[in-house]
Every structure is written in structure tokens, then in C-alpha cells.
């Protein structure tokens, strides 16, 4: 068998042994091999957390990544941004016919890393095969619960004015690498995306700092930008920060001022920003430069008033600029 076949959808041996022999043989654990309609899994103190999302990244395959690892390190991350400690994932797989199953495999032993690497299980998944020109080669869905301890409060709610922003390291590089990668721009082997688990990193920081750490946000889609105006929304505040302490690639800025694309609002994967109680700031930052994840974090601003959704930004030259969400989808299928 070298391709995907419907026959693998079927629901029968094929499926069975696609199943078993693909999925089951890398992520295999106590919950997951019965292959139960469901998981089953253990209630934990405090609270649960629960999340979903599904990933159609276009090259499937990209420098510092794959399919894989972004469905898991995105939905672990997802559950990391609200305080949760991962309990386990589904992963839901939508399979075009005719898809090599050596890509398969790739995206499998990816997958497989990944979990590993976080800490966390796959306990249940689902695949379903659909005919050629009905996908576009592999598309993911996975969901993940996680469970918050007691006093954790990790919220927009929580941000007050004072806070400081920080962001745990340069922005950007998901995005343009994707797009670098898709439209063969020839900057493969000096860019990377940043995907990244950070649950282990935030949950670090929450043990050091549980009650100053007031709200977590990975600016994935619609980048830096659009995180920091929907977060000001939200929490009913102003904000500033300062271009010049924006932790930036200079490959990346070089190839976006090439191509004439905003940094401020390409993806991240592996990136966050804090909002924190100003008399941490330096010391949530010694913690975060012990992490590889935050080897390059900067304060980069402060919460400033009661102008609900207004940011601006500081600009290098002196200048100010009201920051926007993002409109419009210049990077489709990023993610």
C-alpha cells in the first residue's frame, strides 16, 4: 500500500489496520488502546478547561514544523492560555484519497514527538478518508481538556491598568515562514517557524507567580496586533508599547520589508504575551530567559487607561500609531 485508499475509510480491516498501524503504533498509551468510542479520564481538582480547533496549513510540511506538530502544540497552547494543565487530546483526521502514505507516516511520527515532547496524551481520534478533490491532502482537527488549579484566574478580565506586557520572544516567524515556504521565495533555510508547546513554560510561572500573572494569549492569527486590540477590548483598557523593544528576527523583518507585510500581524506558534503585575515584570523575566520558549522575551508596554480597545504604538522614528485588528486574510491557511 503506498496511497491512501477509501477503502481505508471504510470503517473495516483497512481502516483497522491504518489505524493500528499509522496512528496507534506511535501515540499508543493506557487510554488510547482499548480504541473505545471514548476516552475516559480521570476528574481533577479545581476545574476543567476544554478546547478545539482544527488545522488546513498549506505546505503541510515547513522549516521548524508540520501539520502535526502545530495541531498539537496549537490546542495544548490553547489550554496553557487559560492556566490549564493538559489532561489529554482527540485528534480528528480528514484524509484526501490518494494521499502518500508516507506523508501519512511523517505527520504521524510528528505528531508523536510532539505529544511527547509536551507531556500529554492523545486518548481518542477518529479518521475518515474522502475522495480526491474533496480535501486538500490532510486536514486535522483536534480538541483537549485540561484541568486549573484553585486560585488560578488567567483572564482579559484580570488585566489591569499598571500591568506590564510582555512578550516571550519574536514575533513573526510562523507567519512569514509559511508564506516563504508555499510561494518558494527562497528564504527556506533562514527562516523557522516558532511551533512550540508552552504549557510547561506557563505552568512554570503560574507556580512562581499565581496571582500576578493576570491574562495569557498566543497570538496566532492576525498576530501581535490583533491579539493586543482584542485583549484591550475585552479587558476594557488602553495600551502602549514600543516598537523598538518588539523582539523581531532580522531575517524576518528583512523578508517582510521585502515583501511589503506587516510583522505586527503574521502568526505566531510558539510565542505569547503576559500581562503581569508591574512588581514582577523583572522577575517574570529572569523565569521566562531560563526557558528555551523565552530565551528572547521582552517587556514590551503597558497597560495605560480605561480606552477600551485602544492600542498605540511607539513608534522608532517618534511617531504614534493606533494599532487595529487585522481585516482581511492576506495569509490564508496558515494554521
Known amino acids: 500500500m503506498d ?11 483497512a481502516a483497522r489496520e491504518l489505524v493500528q498501524e499509522v496512528f496507534l503504533s506511535r501515540l499508543n498509551n493506557p487510554l488510547l488502546a482499548p480504541l473505545e468510542d471514548s476516552a475516559v479520564l480521570p476528574v481533577a481538582a479545581g476545574r476543567l478547561a476544554f478546547t478545539t480547533d ?15 506538530a502545530l495541531a498539537i502544540n496549537g490546542t495544548v497552547n ?24 508516507a506523508v501519512l507516516e511523517r505527520v504521524a511520527d510528528s505528531l508523536a514527538t510532539a505529544a511527547k515532547k509536551a507531556g500529554v496524551m492523545v486518548v481518542t481520534g477518529d479518521t475518515k478518508v474522502v475522495p480526491r478533490g474533496a480535501a486538500d491532502k490532510l486536514f486535522i482537527n483536534t480538541a483537549g481538556v485540561g484541568s486549573i488549579a484553585t486560585g488560578i484566574e488567567i483572564s482579559p478580565l484580570q488585566v489591569q491598568v499598571g500591568d ?24 527556506s533555510d533562514r527562516l523557522q517557524s516558532d511551533t512550540a508547546a508552552l504549557n510547561r513554560l506557563v505552568l512554570s ?33 488602553s495600551m502602549e508599547i514600543k516598537e523598538e523593544d518588539i523582539p523581531l ?37 529572569a523565569e521566562l530567559y531560563r526557558h528555551p520558549e523565552g530565551e528572547r522575551a521582552k517587556l514590551i508596554g ?34
Do not use: W
Open 302 to 335: 503597558r497597560v495605560t487607561g480605561h480606552d477600551a480597545g485602544r492600542v498605540v504604538l511607539h513608534t522608532v522614528v517618534g511617531g504614534q500609531r493606533l494599532m487595529t485588528p487585522l481585516t482581511g486574510d492576506p495569509l490564508p491557511r496558515i494554521c
Open 54 to 68: 482544527s488545522y488546513v496549513v498549506d505546505p503541510l510540511f515547513f522549516p521548524g514544523g508540520d501539520i502535526g
Open 205 to 237: 510561572l503560574l507556580d512562581c507567580f499565581p496571582a500576578d500573572i493576570h491574562a495569557l494569549r498566543d497570538p496566532t492569527r492576525g498576530g501581535v496586533a490583533t491579539t493586543l486590540c482584542e485583549i484591550a477590548l475585552a479587558a476594557g483598557t
Open 249 to 285: 528576527d532580522r531575517t524576518v523583518s528583512t523578508v517582510c520589508e521585502i515583501l511589503g507585510i506587516d510583522p505586527f500581524f503574521l502568526a505566531n506558534e510558539g510565542k505569547c504575551l503576559l500581562f503581569v503585575a508591574p512588581a514582577v515584570e523583572a522577575a517574570v523575566l
Open 164 to 187: 506590564g506586557i510582555i512578550l516571550s520572544g519574536t514575533m513573526a516567524d510562523h507567519g512569514i515562514t509559511v508564506l516563504a515556504e508555499r510561494e518558494n521565495l527562497g528564504f
Open 78 to 101: 490553547d489550554l496553557a492560555m487559560r492556566g490549564a494543565t493538559p489532561l489529554g487530546l482527540s485528534l480528528g483526521l480528514i484524509i484526501e484519497e490518494g494521499l502518500p502514505l
Open 3 to 13: 496511497c491512501i485508499t477509501l477503502d481505508h475509510g471504510s470503517g473495516g480491516l
